[in-house]
């Protein structure tokens, strides 16, 4: 994965072997990309890589997070469940994503159209970083064991694909691993449940 930003935007993220060639998901939304670039750092945003990704933050707090797919390109909001989207524009990512999370383009052209509400929506975000307000702990949340967090930051695909889960599905998988306290053995066990956490399955389930 790159860790250079500027890579993202003239080559791409670094995940696949499309990666610095002319059909990278980058080069298909290069106009819109380097636009959605352009508001959050008008918006005062700081720009960092994340994950193979340009990710914005202020506060010490990641507000969102860009990236770039076959059929679209996304802005995605970290602490979504505080989002109060009065335009109706931020969808759910998958079926069992729990808020509505992400701006999704399908036209470079989009992102200049929709400016003033993209820069509303960073604002927003921007406001409760500033204020310290955090998004209330949901009953269903469970606490990661350390090894599958670090898993997850090596990983964006194992990433995206946990926290796509049903939380009683996640449950499971954090049980799984933490039924050993030796890290080296958890760590083997994330590696065996990768699979059916990205085919979007529980521990159990086959």
């Known amino acids: 994965m790159i860790t250079e930003i500027e890579d993202f935007f003239t080559r791409g993220c670094g995940r696949c072997d499309r990666f610095a060639t002319p059909d990278c998901s980058t080069r298909l939304w290069a106009e819109g990309l380097a636009a959605l670039r352009k508001l959050c750092l008008q918006a005062g945003l700081t720009e960092t890589v994340k994950w193979g990704h340009p990710c914005y933050m202020h506060a010490g707090r990641n507000i969102a997070i ?6 679209d390109f996304r802005l995605t909001f ?4 505080l989002m109060k989207d009065p335009e109706g524009v931020l ?11 992400a701006i999704r383009f399908t036209d470079n052209a989009q992102v200049e159209a929709m400016a003033p509400v993209i820069l509303r929506y960073l604002a927003e975000a921007k406001g409760y970083a500033e204020a310290g307000v955090k998004p209330p702990k949901e009953e269903t949340e469970v606490d990661l064991p ?23 599905r996640q449950k499971s998988h954090v049980l799984h691993v933490t039924g ?5 053995t958890r760590i083997n066990r994330i590696a065996k449940l990768r699979p059916k ?4 399955k529980g521990a159990n389930e086959y």
């Open 180 to 184: 050993t306290k030796t890290p080296a």
């Open 91 to 101: 969808e759910r990512q998958g079926p069992n994503t729990r808020h509505p999370d």
């Open 197 to 200: 956490i990205l085919a979007g």
């Open 78 to 81: 970290f602490d979504a469940a």
């Open 146 to 168: 350390e090894e599958l967090v670090e898993a997850m930051d090596a990983d964006p695909e194992l990433a995206e694909a946990f926290h796509r889960l049903t939380p009683g």
């Open 66 to 71: 860009m990236g770039a797919f076959r059929g």
